[in-house]
Every structure is written in C-alpha cells, then in structure tokens.
C-alpha cells in the first residue's frame, strides 16, 4: 500500500513537469482518425458511446478504444484493449502493447472520456501524439484543446457538444 502511495506522487511529479512544456498542436485538415480513451470505473457504456459517435458521422474502422481499469482480475475477458495503473513504470512510461500502440498513434481527435483526475489517464493523454484532444472541463485545462461541461452519464450531450464544436471549427 505504501509502495503505491510512493509510486502515485512519482507518477504525479513527472506528470507535473511535463504539463510546463505542453505544445499546442494544430489541426488543419478534417478529422478522419478518432482514439477514444475511457476509465470503465465511472462509465460502462462503451458501445453505446461508440454508436453515437458514429451515428454522428465517424467511421467504425477509423474509432481505436483504449480502456482504463483500476484492477484487472485474473481471467477477466475484455471487448475493448485495457490498460491498468500496474502498465505504468516508476518514470511514467507505459509497458502494456495496448497502451503504447496507443500513445503513439497519430489521431486526428483524441476524447478523453473521464472525469476524475488519475494518473495514468493524465498521463496517457498527454503522452499521446493526438493532433486535437478534446475532454472534460473537470480535467486540468492543459490538456484538452477543447473542453466540454458536462457529466460522463450524458454521453449523448457530449457527443453533440464535440461535434457542434468540431463543425464550427471546419473540423468535420
């Protein structure tokens, strides 16, 4: 228990000094490529999610999901590719396949689907190479280039938000 307690301020202190140097990345062209990053703690509804967002016009080939679970249990089958607190090293870098296949993916659009602050999900949002990244303003704002006020239960609202936002912004 202590060891966790210990390895959670590391994690937070990289996390810390590496939010002073975040770049603002531009998207220019039209989004195509989607990653979705969700913590199934708070948010069971994977599949409906997806369906919205392709009910609003994404591709179902072009959506990559990677899910976050507090503990992973022996034997547990999983739709989506999962990602645990145990994949994250002392300094912060990711061991499963899963989470690095998905960090260093270029997407077009990154949502980050959670709203409580946790380490790994901070982490794997920042780390990844996501030309746009749009979330939750319950999250720190350094983040997300595009934050929406809402809770994880109205998944619908949030769809819609995002997609007003990204037809405002020539992003659709």
Known sequence: MFIKY???LSLKKILKSTLKNVKTAVLNSQVSSVGVLIDETYFNQKNDLIN???NSGLKRDNIKIL???DKIKKNEAFSFPVFSRKDLNWK????SNHAIDFVNTEFDLLISYYDLEKTPLLLMTHRSKALFKAGFSTIDKRLNHLLINTNVENYKVFVHE???YLKILNKI
């Not at 912060?92 to 061991?95: I, V, Y």
């Open 6 to 8: 210990i390895k959670e």
């Open 52 to 54: 919205e967002l392709i």
């Open 67 to 69: 899910v976050y679970k």
């Open 92 to 95: 912060g870098d990711f061991s």
């Open 162 to 164: 995002l997609f007003r």
